[in-house]
């Protein structure tokens, strides 16, 4: 608030003391109650009001805005202040505006008139006010409005220092909220030049300014090059008493400086060899000037140096051209990592990390490793720590692995936790990286698992399997070393999935020792068994089938275990099932076959390493470019099977996509491939319990879910190696069978629902900008090539994909080609919806004869009413055109309308069909309930034509948040805390139609490990359900 001198506001001041005076919430509302009633009959009644009464009684506005009530009058009093000479009504009318007029305000058009006639007025003051106004307001609509007005200031040769600063600032804030609106192509020049301002408060706005133009547009900008250089040349050889008034602590103009250098790392370096060697000559005084004694002692000296030091030793890796300069700035960031203060050794091992990755310093940092490794080891902040990790893996070579390696094992052991999953990644890469002994590797390997192993990845372990499998030389090691790592009393459960499966593969490379016999390595693994998960006993129950190949004479002690109960009658049926298979095989086939069935895994395939690819998605900026290694294996393949009876050659199909009854042995995150030849030896039956003849699991399951189960085929199977995971679709199905729920009531049994989430869809926002930048954050198709093409339903090719991605969302791009793009935006209110088609031309030709119509196939014109506004005969080169469609949902519908496009380009006539993304869906609500009125509606709905139900294969890996995304897409709410299985989604909403409203209900199941889905919708109308079912199946 101004200051006034005298009494100029006294009724403003006795007012705040009145409320300051206020001794409870209701005596200051009434106050201000009778001041707002003072004030609105002041502007209403007096017509004689001058500019100070207007002055004091907006001031006052102003105020109880600030105290948090709102302020409906008053805004063209403010207005009018704008018109004002004097400064004190000016600034308080600017003041009033930027506070209370929002962007969108009605007025705007008229603050901005008054903005442009400021601006044009030779007061610099009252320039400033408006500038200052631009800056804080910073709407799209006024950098339309003073587009042209702002720039023409800033580059005048009449207007002041100050106010080129004001304009400098007010334009760059224009630029950071409308980038594509400010033409600066016919200022450029000119604004390149204000670097050579004599006032360095314009050379400093104007850098800010230039550096946020160079990123939009290098290629315009780079004149500026020279001028930098030469400006920061000037600044770095100046004294400080050169430049006094911009000498901070007895440095130079330290923010100019840092604000230039990052200008300069917008370029390659320059090619002029003038320029070049006078930057070369810049950085070395900087870099000298770090070395001189500081002129003070305050902290603030040292900040400012250190901040032109660290951006200019930035400069440097930028260019990295120069090896002296590298050298010299790895040198000087080497004195950092000994300092007291805690950033500079953050910021220097951080900047050591980008020059360990250049050909001319990496050996100048490597210098330094005893140093890192010493503040690995003794640095008390976590940070710090972390990015000496980074530093020793980006230094890291063939020549020093070992002992790096070596070190980050030992500190892993009391490794702060937030870092340790990363630590293992790297040390997992460095190893294999640079192993010349895979001896070494190995033992590498499961130290990381010895040490950290609730932080090895499952990439970290199918790494290691990869490649002793690939490599001859290291497989009987790598079996004795894993052997003697089980023996230990503490054993985590990935040692025992490396164990289980390297000696289930090369047991036999140890088994003539005594000390590591079959019966020894079958009763050590065997004493892990009860302690692990699930999915690791099914791995080792593979491993034991395995060893009935390698080792017969242990053949009837591992059938034992596979008779026990304790297998036999898992409650979990993955291991059940393969305990009763595994036996079978091993009773039943012969000696060839088994040999045939359980032979050594092939070698995989060569790709890149899945722990590098894990790395740099965790960290993307800690994997240096040049360290990616190309000739790595891959993450192990998926199990595949084949189990047609007709052929007898091995047929390869994705487990994933069988039928448990088809799935003999389940393989859900396994590192094998697993092929099963079928051939005609009667008499096997692996689905079933001993003795039953060809009955399926699956029969258990209910008549839902027949479609699932099939009975298993009698034939006798040859698998190659073994899996790792637990299975498939089993846990799927007993979801809700009489079986799972024991004695569960029926309705618990019918409704296994739920999982939390918010119960609202995102809401729509407004906006009419051009298409390409509306839709700039959307996921868009690739254009489409530029043909008339049709599909065997009329449509343009590819628009039935691009329809069914705008089921779970209602704004996007529907089309796109050559020629033309098309976008959607849409909102919806009850039965009520709005469809706004955006049609952008790409070409530089004006598109002619443009004419969209609407069609309705069927009997969907009697169940939805569309209402078509017309839009232009022509499309202008580069613009857009939008056209609004009203629908009116009048009962359910399953056809959507066609949109039929006909236009003219280079005197051919181009036709577009595309189906509009209107479907039955969109016209639902979300609603609220609890358990007890979910449960009594889900029973309410129980005939048959009131429910509709689907299980079908997953489209993508199953993701929570994914799919709790498309439910809300699909406008349904997602509640929380409806069923016992929190794995389930339960969902509710309200179809409006313009007759009646129509009650949802929505159970989706998920299985992860089977990757299917089973849906029931039901609804209280007959159709909506399978309709609506319909829809959400093909979304998932």
Not at 27 to 47: C, Q, T
Not at 568 to 595: C, F, G, K, P
Not at 608 to 622: D, G, H, Q, R, V
Request: hydrophobic letters at 40%; aromatic letters at 8%.
């Amino acid at each position: 608030m101004p200051t006034v001198k005298g009494d100029g506001m006294r009724g403003l001041a006795v007012f705040i003391s009145d409320i300051r005076n206020c001794k409870s919430k209701e005596a200051e509302i009434k106050r201000i109650n009778k001041e707002l009633a003072n004030i609105r009959s002041k502007f209403k009644g007096d017509k004689t009001l001058d500019g100070y009464q207007k002055k004091k009684y907006v001031c006052k506005l102003l105020f109880i805005f600030l105290l948090g009530h709102d302020i409906d009058f008053g805004h063209m009093e403010a207005v009018n202040l704008l018109s004002s000479n004097k400064y004190t009504e000016k600034q308080i009318g600017y003041l009033f505006i930027s506070v209370l007029i929002g962007a969108n305000n009605d007025l705007m058009k008229l603050v901005i008139q008054a903005i442009r006639n400021d601006l044009a007025s030779r007061n610099p003051v009252h320039i400033t006010l408006a500038l200052q106004c631009v800056a804080n307001i910073g709407s799209r609509e006024m950098a339309e409005g003073l587009s042209v007005d702002i720039p023409k200031l800033l580059v005048s040769g009449d207007t002041i220092d100050s106010v080129k600063q004001s304009a400098a600032l007010t334009l760059l804030r224009l630029l950071r909220s409308s980038p594509d609106i400010i033409p600066m192509g016919e200022w450029t020049s000119r604004i390149i030049h204000l670097l050579n301002d004599q006032h360095m408060g314009v050379v400093t706005a104007a850098a800010s300014l230039i550096e946020n133009l160079v990123k939009k547009n290098p290629e315009e900008y780079k004149g500026c090059v020279s001028l930098a250089v030469s400006r920061l040349s000037r600044i770095v050889t100046s004294s400080y008493t050169d430049l006094q008034d911009y000498t901070y602590y007895f440095v130079p103009a330290p923010w100019l400086s840092v604000k230039l250098l990052r200008l300069l790392q917008n370029y390659p370096p320059p090619e002029d060899p003038a320029v070049k060697t006078r930057l070369t000559e810049c950085l070395e005084t900087i870099l000298n000037k770090a070395q001189e004694p500081p002129k003070s002692k305050k902290v603030q000296h040292s900040n400012a140096k250190n901040a032109v030091l660290f951006e200019a030793i930035n400069l440097i890796i930028h260019m990295d051209s120069d090896p002296n300069l590298l050298v010299r700035a790895c040198n000087q960031l080497g004195q950092f990592l000994q300092h007291r203060e805690t950033n500079l050794r953050y910021l220097a091992l951080e900047s050591m990390c980008l020059l360990a990755t250049s050909e001319f310093s990496h050996e100048a940092v490597k210098k330094h490793q005893e140093t890192v490794i010493t503040a690995l080891k003794t640095e008390r902040d976590v940070s710090v720590r972390q990015r000496a990790v980074d530093l020793l893996y980006a230094m890291c070579d063939r020549t020093n692995a070992e002992e790096i390696v070596g070190e980050m094992l030992e500190y892993l052991e009391s490794a702060d936790y937030s870092i340790r999953e990363e630590m293992v990644l790297k040390v997992a890469i460095l190893a294999e990286k640079y192993a010349v002994d895979y001896t070494w590797y190995v033992d590498v390997i499961l130290n990381l698992i010895r040490i950290a192993g609730d932080y090895v990845s499952e990439e970290v372990w199918y790494r290691v399997i990869q490649i002793v499998i690939n490599r001859d030389d290291v497989q009987g090691y790598a079996a004795k070393t894993v052997f003697e790592a089980l023996q230990a009393p503490a054993c985590h459960e990935n040692m025992v999935k490396v164990g289980g499966y390297i000696m289930g593969e090369f047991g036999n490379l140890i088994a003539g020792d005594p000390r590591s016999s079959p019966l020894v390595q079958f009763q050590l693994l065997h004493s892990k068994y009860h302690l692990c998960s699930p999915a690791t006993r099914g791995l080792l129950l593979s491993t034991y089938i395995k060893f009935i190949n390698l080792f017969p004479e242990i053949k009837h002690t591992i059938q034992d275990v596979l008779k026990s109960d304790n297998n036999m009658r898992n409650s979990d049926v993955e291991l059940q099932q393969r305990s009763i298979e595994y036996l079978q095989l091993s009773s039943i086939a012969t000696a060839d076959v088994l040999a045939t069935v359980l032979e050594e895994m092939p070698p995989f395939p060569e790709r890149e390493s899945s722990i590098l690819a894990k790395l740099k998605k965790k960290k993307p900026n800690s994997v240096p470019d040049g360290s990616e290694q190309k000739d790595q294996m891959p993450k192990l393949p998926t199990a595949q099977m084949s189990n047609s009876s007709d052929s007898a050659q091995p047929t390869s199909i994705n487990l994933m996509s069988q039928s448990k009854a088809d799935a003999l042995v389940s393989f859900e995150e396994p590192p094998s491939t697993i092929t099963v030849t079928t051939t005609t030896t009667p008499g096997v039956t692996f689905a079933g319990f001993p003795g039953d003849t060809g009955t399926s699991l699956d029969d258990n399951f209910g008549d839902s879910l027949t479609n699932l189960g099939a009975g298993a085929p009698e034939s006798g199977i040859t698998l190659q190696g073994f899996d790792f995971g637990e299975s498939s679709t089993d846990d799927f199905l007993d979801q809700g069978s009489p079986a799972a729920s024991g004695a569960a009531s029926a309705s618990v049994d019918l409704l296994g629902l739920g999982t939390p989430t918010q119960t609202t869809a995102p809401p729509v926002g407004g906006g009419d900008g051009f298409l390409v930048d509306m839709f700039d954050t959307l996921t868009t198709s690739s254009p489409a090539p530029a043909t008339n093409g049709m599909d065997l339903g009329g449509l343009t090719g590819g628009a039935e994909e691009a329809f069914k991605k705008f089921i779970c969302k209602n704004n996007g791009v529907l089309f796109e080609n050559d020629l033309l793009q098309i976008g959607v935006k849409s909102e919806y209110r009850e039965d009520l919806g709005r469809v706004w088609v955006f049609y952008g031309n790409k070409t530089s030709f004006q598109l002619n004869a443009f004419c969209v119509d609407i069609s309705t196939p069927g009997d969907l014109a009697t169940s939805l009413s569309v209402q078509q506004k017309p839009v232009g005969g022509e499309v202008e080169a580069g613009a857009q055109v939008k056209q609004q469609f009203n629908m009116a949902c009048v009962q359910e519908f399953t056809d959507a309308p066609i949109l039929n496009i006909q236009f003219m380009y280079s005197g051919a006539q181009q036709k577009i069909n595309l189906k509009l993304p209107v479907v039955l869906s969109k016209y639902i609500t979300p609603a609220e309930m609890d358990s007890g009125n979910f449960f009594g509606r889900w029973k309410a709905l129980s005939n048959p034509s009131q429910e509709s139900q689907q299980i079908f294969k997953a489209s993508a890996p199953i993701d929570i948040e994914t799919t709790k995304s498309k439910l809300l897409g699909f406008n349904v709410s997602v509640l929380d805390n409806i069923d016992p299985n929190p794995e389930n989604f339960v969902s509710a909403g309200v179809l409006h139609t313009r007759n009646q409203q129509v009650g949802i209900l929505v159970r989706l199941e998920p299985n992860k490990q089977a990757q299917m889905y089973r849906l029931t919708v039901r609804a209280s109308r007959d159709r909506v359900a399978k309709i609506l079912c319909d829809l959400l199946q093909s979304q998932l």
